[in-house]
């Protein structure tokens, strides 16, 4: 089927040992890969360590006055170690706020003292979702929803901002096999320059609309359609919203599969490996160079995976167990809001960015999680 590669190098060193994270993947995963999510209890309420207890909110700010939108991207430039992220035009909901308010969405802000570094992207995107950096320093953006004439498509930037590569087509919603989407969540590459889609935001609805997708799609460095695996539903090696894509030091892909609670971990050949439970509703994945895990639950409240706060969940790869926790913002939720988005730094800083639950909590789009 499917060959997949190691995509994010040499990125982020963390202690494992600060964390008191094992590198021993045990029987354990083996068996919680048969455990259905509900029988799981939240790790963080056992009172994990917080690597990072210093919390900055409204970490950056926009230019001209602008007002923070929500936001569910945040990547790290592997080049020079800063930071990438995206604003929806100041719109908070899921509304589209790039399609109305024609302003630049994507954003490098240096990572010491926040300086807005480049910035690009008006009048080219619905709804921004997922962000990618590839080793070249590209960035590359999904647009999860559509206009007549916008949305639907992968976009890969330069550094600077040129368009280099579209994937789908503007304002084209299309769940067939092929090269067009259906509501695409994220994208990362591999270091032979292949290109991985996740497809199907709405695949997490209790009903989902007609058409809908829960689907990985492999391209070719050049953009041609190759394959692609994943259906909706909640067996193994299927999804309710792929909402997040990341590679271990291994080749393993790790799916946030966020409607199903959990995280499927795929072989380079896309065949199921593992499934993670520990790490809640999972709506963002970063993984370090150390095979850190840092898993974001912004989503999880009585209505849909109850008892389980949001907050950043850590562990390590190799096994299905939560070592260290970062709490969410508090507000009136009992659970906590939290962003959408995660990455962090070669310092261990960890960043956060804000949806439209935790937007306002937040207080700005992009919330520090500064170490000691």
């Known amino acids: 089927m499917l060959n ?4 994010r190098l040499a990125r982020v060193p963390l202690a494992a040992a600060l964390l008191g994270i094992t590198a021993c993947a045990g029987e354990e995963a083996a068996e919680m890969e048969m455990m259905d999510s509900a029988e799981v209890v939240d790790p963080a309420a056992a009172g994990l360590p917080n690597p990072t207890p210093n919390v900055i ?3 950056v700010q926009l230019p001209d006055g602008r007002e923070w939108g929500s936001t569910a991207g945040i990547d ?3 080049i020079d170690g800063h930071i990438w992220a995206y604003d929806r035009c100041g719109g908070i909901a899921l509304a589209g706020g790039c399609a109305e308010n024609i302003v630049d969405p994507v954003f490098k802000f240096h990572r010491e003292t926040g300086e807005i570094l480049a910035s690009f992207g008006a009048d080219l995107f619905v709804l921004p979702h997922g962000i990618h950096v590839d080793a070249d320093g590209n960035v590359w953006i999904t647009d999860s929803q559509g206009t007549d004439d916008k949305g ?3 976009v890969k930037f330069s550094p600077e901002g040129e368009v280099l590569m579209t994937l789908g087509e503007d304002g084209v919603r299309n769940s067939e096999p092929g090269t067009f989407f259906n509501e695409p969540c994220d994208v990362i590459t591999a270091p032979d320059g292949s290109i991985f889609v996740s497809d199907g935001h709405s695949g997490q609805n209790a009903n989902p609309p007609e ?3 829960g689907r990985i799609i492999k391209f070719s460095p050049e953009g041609e359609y190759i394959m692609e695996w994943g259906v909706i539903g909640d067996g193994p090696g299927e999804f309710r919203t792929p909402h997040a894509l990341e590679f271990d ?4 892909l ?3 599969d966020r409607g199903n609670h959990r995280v499927q971990i795929f ?3 896309g065949n199921l490996l593992d499934t993670h439970y520990q790490y809640g509703r999972v709506s963002g994945l970063f993984i370090d160079d150390e095979d850190n895990v840092y898993a974001i639950d912004s989503e999880s409240n009585p209505n849909q995976h109850s008892d389980w706060l949001t907050g950043v969940r850590i562990g390590h790869a190799s096994e299905d167990r939560v070592t260290a926790f970062i709490p969410p913002h508090e507000s009136d939720d009992p659970q906590g809001e939290a962003g959408e988005g995660v990455a962090v730094d070669a310092d261990g800083n960890v960043y956060a960015a804000e949806g439209p639950n935790s937007r306002a909590a937040a207080e700005g789009g992009i919330t520090k999680y500064a170490r000691n």
């Open 249 to 252: 030091s291994q080749g393993r």
């Open 152 to 154: 639907h498509t992968v």
């Open 211 to 213: 058409g809908s997708t």
């Open 267 to 269: 072989d380079q050949e």
């Open 4 to 7: 997949l590669r190691v995509t």
């Open 57 to 59: 909110k409204d970490w």
């Open 76 to 78: 790290i430039d592997p």
């Open 254 to 256: 790790f799916v946030a």
